[in-house]
């Protein structure tokens, strides 16, 4: 029961800071059930040093179903998100190879490997360009658009915090020892606070470069990437 409610809370906390729900879903409950999806994407990521709420090896998969309905639901510019999935994906798999070729502990193709070991922690000074520029290609996607309807809205926010997740997951409590209790609570609001700047600073000022800039580090990624894996 305590589960449940602080899951609930936790949930309740995210729509909150992906923009709150708008006045016009007062009396339509349809807009807030369609949301259900990308919300529960949200219990597969953990924060930082923090456990998601559904932790398994196969978060991973579960996190990407729970956005995939939203591009047969959606039209017009909403139907992006099945775009967005399909160069995300890939991308991730790429991610979950390179980190099964660096010997990361943990179960693949879970979520939480990411987390309990940062690649960036790992991957030499070719693959740590690597990384970055392939971060600054997906980051556009995850930019926040004031016109967008609620599910594409809550879709990107959901997005920021997946690149935190995988990119970005480093925590402040082992870094300053901090007690026991508040440890914790400094890595979930940091974890947050990266969220939140992806989101709404980061990730639009990048989607600004436009699509050929992304490619273009893409490209760059990838290349850097694969060179550490199979140079000699």
Not at 6 to 18: G, H, K, N, R, V
Not at 93 to 114: E, Q, S, T, V
Request: aromatic share 14%; hydrophobic share 55%; charged share 10%.
């Amino acid at each position: 029961m305590v589960t449940t409610l602080s899951a609930l809370a936790y949930l309740a906390l995210i729509l909150f800071l992906a923009g709150g729900p708008p006045k016009s879903w007062r009396g339509r409950p349809g807009p807030a059930i369609g949301l259900a999806g990308p919300l529960a994407g949200f219990l597969f990521l953990p924060n930082d040093s923090l456990p998601p709420f559904l932790d398994f090896a196969w978060s991973g998969p579960a996190y990407w179903l729970t956005l995939a309905p939203l591009g047969r639901t959606t039209r017009g510019r909403d139907s992006e998100t099945w775009l967005q999935l399909l160069v995300l994906i890939p991308a991730w798999l790429f991610l979950c190879f390179y980190a099964l070729k660096r010997g990361l502990p943990g179960d693949l193709p879970g979520l939480g490997i990411f987390a309990a070991t940062p690649l960036l922690t790992q991957a030499g000074l070719k693959a740590g360009l690597g990384l970055i520029c392939l971060f600054l290609a997906l980051g556009p996607l995850a930019a926040r658009r004031e016109a967008d309807s609620p599910a594409p809205l809550l879709t990107r926010f959901s997005i920021s915090a997946f690149l935190i997740t995988v990119f970005f997951p480093f925590s402040l409590s082992g870094l300053f020892g901090a007690p026991r209790l508040f440890g914790p609570s400094l890595d979930f609001f940091l974890f947050w606070g990266k969220v939140f700047l992806l989101n709404r600073v980061i990730a639009p000022r990048l989607a600004k470069a436009g699509r050929t800039a992304a490619v273009l580090w893409a490209v760059a990624g990838i290349s850097l990437l694969t060179a550490e894996m199979f140079g000699h």
